[in-house]
């Protein structure tokens, strides 16, 4: 008599010789992380978008960023009025574009509050004092090696050294490469402020849904249409 196994994902199995290793869900695994299957993002409108993951085991390649720092426009895509609101705000209202970004990135009551709050009162401090806004980037620019992390975004060491070759010292440690990232980040915040903040709205956006929005699904009842019977002559 042939032995049927049960097929239950969270057993371990034996195949070709080979032990298969079972879902622990508590240990925060997932099947997508198990079993390379499509994992989702979010579209424009907050709706899924598929996207795939690496099979455990296999190298996982760094992310790139949607935009690029300059292209303050963004892209012309389904998200292309959301980059004009990001470009607009980013230039005249820095602080709540920055507020709204780490709002997303943390998702927690009062995060937008919390965080545009200081970095109002940093830059017209900083305009007041020196005319320019130079102490807001000292404040604002862990967000984005918070942002990096979180997607493994390629930085800007490891752009160098995929493009010219040099810096290859610095990436092969991964704490060296982490604090370099992070000095590169710092810079990219003090010189290029407005458009740091401003490829960071379009990276969240195209990534992470509103914490506002609660994508619940939607039963549309339609009611049959009515029926008349008739009666045909004899």
């Known amino acids: 008599m042939e032995n049927h196994e049960e097929s239950d994902p969270f057993l371990d199995k034996v195949k070709d010789g080979k032990t298969v290793k ?4 508590d240990n925060g695994e997932s099947a997508a992380a ?33 935009s690029s720092l300059c292209a303050c ?15 607009i705000l980013g230039s ?27 970095y109002s009162f940093l830059y017209m401090v900083s305009k007041s004092l020196f005319g320019g806004n130079c ?32 810096c290859r ?4 440690d991964e704490v060296q ?9 710092f810079a990219t915040h003090v010189f290029c402020h407005p458009c740091a903040i401003c490829q960071e709205g379009r990276e969240l956006r195209r990534r ?6 609660n994508a619940q699904p939607v039963l549309v009842m339609i009611p049959p249409a009515e029926q008349s019977m008739g009666r045909s002559g004899v």
């Open 22 to 25: 079972k879902l622990d869900f």
């Open 34 to 66: 198990i079993t390379g299957q499509a994992i989702y993002g979010w579209t424009v409108n907050g709706l899924p978008a598929l996207g795939q993951v690496s099979v455990v085991g296999e190298p996982v390649g760094r992310d790139h960023w949607d």
């Open 73 to 87: 426009l963004g892209r012309n895509d389904d998200f292309c009025s959301s980059d004009l609101e990001v470009c």
């Open 92 to 118: 005249v209202a820095p602080c709540v574009l920055y507020g709204s970004n780490v709002e997303r990135l943390g998702s927690s009551p009062g995060t937008f509050t919390n965080h545009c709050l200081p």
């Open 135 to 166: 102490l807001a980037p000292w404040f604002s620019y862990p967000t984005r090696s918070a942002i990096r992390r979180k997607f493994n975004l390629e930085g800007s060491c490891e752009a160098l050294s995929r493009s010219c070759g040099c």
């Open 169 to 172: 010292g610095l990436i092969e």
């Open 177 to 185: 490469r982490e604090h370099c990232e992070s000095a590169c980040d």
């Open 208 to 213: 992470l849904p509103h914490p506002g929005f």
